[in-house]
C-alpha cells in the first residue's frame, strides 16, 4: 500500500528559528514529490521535486529530495509568525495518469 | 486567471441524503482531482478525470462517484449520506497530460451531515 509520512505532526517555535519538516514515502510508481502549504484554506503549492540531490529555494524556504532513502525535507530558516500553518507533502504516482499521496501534515506554529 | 472555484462553500445534509458538489477548474486545465479532507485521515484522494473520464480512483465506496464535462467542469456526487462523510472537500486542476504538474487547489467544500 503507497504511503507517505510526515513528521514531527506538530511544532512549535519561536521566531527567527530554523525548523526541518520531513516527508518519507513508500510508492510504487513514484514520479514527483511536491510540498504544499495550508493556512485557514486550501493548500498552496510550494515545491515540486523530481530528482534527488537538487535543492529547490524560495527565499527563506528549500526543499530536497533523496529518491535513495525514499525522504524528503523541507527547512524554513528565520520563521516569522505568518509561516504558521500545516505542511503538507504528496508523492505523486503514476499509472494511466497521476495520482497523489498526501501526508498528514506537519501543524507549525511559530510564537513572536 | 481565476483560481479554482468550487460550489457551494458549505452544505448541511442529514443521513441519507445525496449530495453533489461542484468544481470549475483554472481554465486551460484538463484534469480535475477531487479530495476529501478530515482532521483524522487528512487529504484522500477519491478520483481524477481527465478529458471527461475518470482517469484514478482512490479507495473509497461506490457511494461517491464523480464525471466531467466537456469544458473541464467537475462534480462529485455522494450518495447515503454517513455522519462519517462530514468533511471538507477539495477539487484540485493542473494542467496535467502525461507530464508532471502541480495541482492547484479550489476553496473547498464543507459538508456536514447530521
Known amino acids: 500500500e503507497d504511503k507517505v509520512v510526515q513528521s514531527p505532526l506538530s511544532l512549535v517555535v519561536h521566531e527567527g528559528d530554523t525548523v526541518t519538516l520531513n516527508c518519507s514515502y513508500e510508492?510504487?510508481?513514484?514520479?514527483?514529490l511536491l510540498w504544499y502549504k495550508q493556512e485557514k484554506k486550501a493548500p498552496t503549492f510550494l515545491f515540486m521535486l523530481t530528482s534527488s540531490g537538487i535543492e529547490k529555494k524560495s527565499g527563506r524556504l528549500s526543499s530536497i529530495l533523496d529518491k535513495k532513502e525514499l525522504f524528503s525535507i523541507l527547512n524554513i530558516t528565520a520563521t516569522q509568525t505568518g509561516d504558521s500553518a500545516i505542511y503538507l507533502c504528496?508523492?505523486?504516482?503514476?499509472?494511466?495518469?497521476?495520482?497523489?499521496?498526501f501526508g498528514t501534515g506537519t501543524s507549525l506554529t511559530v510564537i513572536p | 486567471k481565476a483560481g479554482v472555484t468550487q460550489t457551494p462553500r458549505y452544505l448541511i445534509k442529514t443521513r441519507g441524503q445525496q449530495v453533489t458538489l461542484s468544481c470549475s477548474p483554472i481554465s486551460g486545465h484538463r484534469s480535475v482531482s477531487w479530495y476529501q479532507q478530515t482532521p483524522g485521515q487528512g487529504l484522500q484522494f477519491l478520483f481524477e478525470?481527465?478529458?471527461?473520464?475518470?482517469?484514478n480512483k482512490g479507495n473509497f465506496p461506490g457511494r461517491f462517484s464523480g464525471r466531467q464535462f466537456s469544458n473541464s467542469r467537475s462534480e462529485m456526487n455522494v450518495s447515503t449520506l454517513e455522519l462519517g462523510d462530514s468533511a471538507l472537500y477539495l477539487c484540485?486542476?493542473?494542467?496535467?497530460?502525461?507530464?508532471?504538474?502541480?495541482?492547484?487547489f479550489g476553496p473547498g467544500t464543507r459538508l456536514t451531515v447530521t
Open positions: 504528496a508523492v505523486v504516482t503514476t499509472n494511466t495518469g497521476n495520482q497523489f499521496y
Open positions: 478525470y481527465f478529458s471527461e473520464t475518470q482517469r
Open positions: 510508492v510504487t510508481n513514484f514520479r514527483s
Open positions: 484540485a486542476s493542473s494542467l496535467a497530460g502525461q507530464g508532471i504538474y502541480e495541482q492547484y
